[in-house]
C-alpha cells in the first residue's frame, strides 16, 4: 500500500483515536449502567399526603406499587416544606414498613397497631373492639359527660353555658380547615379547653 507521510499520520490517529473511544466510552458505559441501580419508585402511583406529627404540616410524596408503599419523601410543590422533611418526618416511612433484623427485608412493620383496644376501668389487660363500637362507645360519653356537668351559669349567676369536664386537644394531622370545624363542634358542645398539640 502507498502510504505518504501525511497519510500515514491520518491512520494512524483515526486508528487511536477509535481504540481510544472505545477504550474510554465503551466499558465505562457498561459498568455504569450496572452501578446505577433500578429506581425503587419506577411505576409507583404517587399520592401527595401530610405529615403528622407536627402541626408545621409539611407536605409529603408517597410511592405506591401494588398497594406497598415503597418510597415516602418530602413533596417539592409543597409551599410549606418545599421537599424537605426533617429526621421525624422522613422516619414516618417505617410507621407501615420497617426492614427485618433477621434477612434485611423491607416487611410491614409488626408494632403498628391497626385495630382498636380498649382497657375498661378497673381491668389490666387491653381487649379487641370494632371501630364501629369505639365511634358510638366516644359519641356516648360525650354526650353523657356533657348532659351531668353542663352549667349555664357560675357560682355568681354569670351566664356561661360550659362544660368543665371535657376537654379538646388537636393533632397535627388535622389541617387548618379541620382544625376550625374540630373547635366550632367543641364550642357548640359548650367545651372551654381547647387546645392543640403544636402548643404544647
Ligand atoms: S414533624 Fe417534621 S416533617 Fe413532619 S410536619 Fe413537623 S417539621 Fe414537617
Redesign the pocket.
Same mark, same amino acid.
Not at 404517587?46 to 410511592?63: A, F, R, T
Not at 416544606?81 to 427485608?105: M, T
Not at 364501629?132 to 359527660?145: L, P, Y
Given at each position: 500500500m502507498n502510504l505518504s507521510r501525511r497519510g500515514f499520520f491520518k491512520l494512524t490517529g483515526a486508528t487511536f483515536a477509535a481504540g481510544a473511544l472505545a477504550e474510554v466510552f465503551g466499558p465505562a458505559n457498561a459498568l455504569a449502567a450496572d452501578a446505577v441501580p433500578e429506581l425503587r419508585i419506577m411505576g409507583a402511583t404517587e399520592s401527595p399526603s401530610?405529615?403528622?406529627?407536627?402541626?408545621? +404540616?409539611?407536605g409529603?410524596v408517597l410511592s405506591v406499587i401494588d398497594g406497598e408503599l415503597v418510597n415516602l419523601e +418530602?413533596d417539592p410543590d409543597h409551599p410549606?416544606?418545599r421537599g424537605?422533611?426533617?429526621?421525624?418526618?422522613?422516619a414516618?416511612f417505617n410507621i407501615r414498613n420497617v426492614y427485618d433484623p433477621e434477612s434485611g427485608e423491607l416487611i410491614a412493620n409488626p408494632y403498628r397497631q391497626q385495630k382498636v383496644k380498649y382497657r375498661a376501668p378497673g381491668a389490666s389487660e387491653f381487649e379487641e373492639k370494632s371501630w364501629e363500637w369505639a365511634i358510638e362507645e366516644i359519641a356516648k360519653r360525650v354526650k353523657d359527660t356533657r348532659d351531668r356537668t353542663y352549667e349555664t351559669t357560675d357560682e355568681k349567676g354569670v351566664t356561661v353555658n360550659r362544660t368543665l369536664a371535657i376537654g379538646n386537644l388537636g393533632g397535627?394531622a388535622l389541617d387548618g380547615e379541620e382544625c376550625y370545624l374540630v373547635q366550632k363542634f367543641a364550642r357548640a358542645l359548650g367545651v372551654t379547653f381547647i387546645e392543640h398539640q403544636a402548643r404544647i
Amino acid at each position: 500500500m502507498n502510504l505518504s507521510r501525511r497519510g500515514f499520520f491520518k491512520l494512524t490517529g483515526a486508528t487511536f483515536a477509535a481504540g481510544a473511544l472505545a477504550e474510554v466510552f465503551g466499558p465505562a458505559n457498561a459498568l455504569a449502567a450496572d452501578a446505577v441501580p433500578e429506581l425503587r419508585i419506577m411505576g409507583a402511583t404517587e399520592s401527595p399526603s401530610i405529615c403528622c406529627y407536627c402541626s408545621v +404540616g409539611c407536605g409529603m410524596v408517597l410511592s405506591v406499587i401494588d398497594g406497598e408503599l415503597v418510597n415516602l419523601e +418530602g413533596d417539592p410543590d409543597h409551599p410549606i416544606n418545599r421537599g424537605a422533611l426533617c429526621s421525624k418526618g422522613s422516619a414516618q416511612f417505617n410507621i407501615r414498613n420497617v426492614y427485618d433484623p433477621e434477612s434485611g427485608e423491607l416487611i410491614a412493620n409488626p408494632y403498628r397497631q391497626q385495630k382498636v383496644k380498649y382497657r375498661a376501668p378497673g381491668a389490666s389487660e387491653f381487649e379487641e373492639k370494632s371501630w364501629e363500637w369505639a365511634i358510638e362507645e366516644i359519641a356516648k360519653r360525650v354526650k353523657d359527660t356533657r348532659d351531668r356537668t353542663y352549667e349555664t351559669t357560675d357560682e355568681k349567676g354569670v351566664t356561661v353555658n360550659r362544660t368543665l369536664a371535657i376537654g379538646n386537644l388537636g393533632g397535627a394531622a388535622l389541617d387548618g380547615e379541620e382544625c376550625y370545624l374540630v373547635q366550632k363542634f367543641a364550642r357548640a358542645l359548650g367545651v372551654t379547653f381547647i387546645e392543640h398539640q403544636a402548643r404544647i
